[in-house]
DNA sequence: ACAAGGATCCTCT
DNA sequence: GAGGATCCTTGTT
């Protein structure tokens, strides 16, 4: 449990990433969040940031696996994305929800009193994430441990993304731990 | 330099 | 269930 997630573990197929971060948890300082929901985002996947080519966003999901893709979402919520697979190859796993585990008070802080990390935008708040975190390496200030896997690991088509191209709205890539 | 829009969340009806 | 918040990123002039 207390294992910190390596490089290694993202440099592999970004589905299979997502898959395997549910029940992990993410630690900042005292504040524990266990990851409930992920989303894969993958080359040649058309929902993907990176699918209309580089720009200063997105450049961290080319990077090395294992670093931090933050960026800003509707002018107001901080979205946490780890890059996966090997550099050159842009791909990241989209952190949708989560549960706190450890440092209820200081998320009631930064949540205007609420707990509850269902939907991107909490978890990156939970977390005191700004756009500064984007392109950083997990190890510094923010790292993953391993957790228990949970029971069973529902899909689902992911969520706003109804630009994309019909085959990869419909794909199942969004993994839900239930139980 | 400008305009449009976004991998969302909260409040109010 | 509808609508507003809010500001960065991007592509275009």
Redesign the pocket.
């Known amino acids: 449990m207390l294992e910190p997630l390596s490089a290694h573990f993202f440099d592999r197929d970004t589905r299979s990433v997502a898959r395997d971060l549910l029940g992990c948890v993410l630690v900042r300082e005292e504040v524990q969040v266990r990851i409930l929901e992920a989303?894969a985002?993958f080359p040649g996947d058309s929902?993907?940031?990176?699918a209309?080519?580089?720009?200063?966003?997105?450049?961290p999901?080319w990077g090395p696996p294992g670093h931090l893709?933050v960026?800003?979402?509707?002018?107001?919520?901080t979205?946490l994305?780890l890059v996966t697979e090997a550099e050159g190859r842009p791909a990241?796993?989209?952190i949708?929800?989560g549960e706190v585990v450890t440092g209820h008070d200081t998320v009631r802080s930064r949540?205007?009193g609420?707990l509850?990390?269902?939907?991107?935008?909490?978890?990156?708040?939970a977390l005191g994430l700004d756009?500064g975190w984007?392109g950083r390496p997990l190890g510094q200030g923010l790292r993953v441990v391993r957790g228990p896997a949970p029971p069973e690991v529902r899909t689902a088509p992911?969520?706003?993304?109804?630009?994309a191209d019909p085959a990869d709205v419909a794909a199942c890539w969004r993994y839900i731990a239930a139980g």
């Open positions: 989303e985002y929902a993907n940031h990176a209309r080519g580089r720009t200063p966003r997105n450049a999901m893709y960026y800003l979402c509707y002018g107001i919520h979205l994305n990241a796993v989209l949708r929800a949540r205007g609420r509850d990390l269902i939907g991107p935008g909490k978890v990156g708040q756009l984007s992911r969520v706003g993304i109804d630009a």
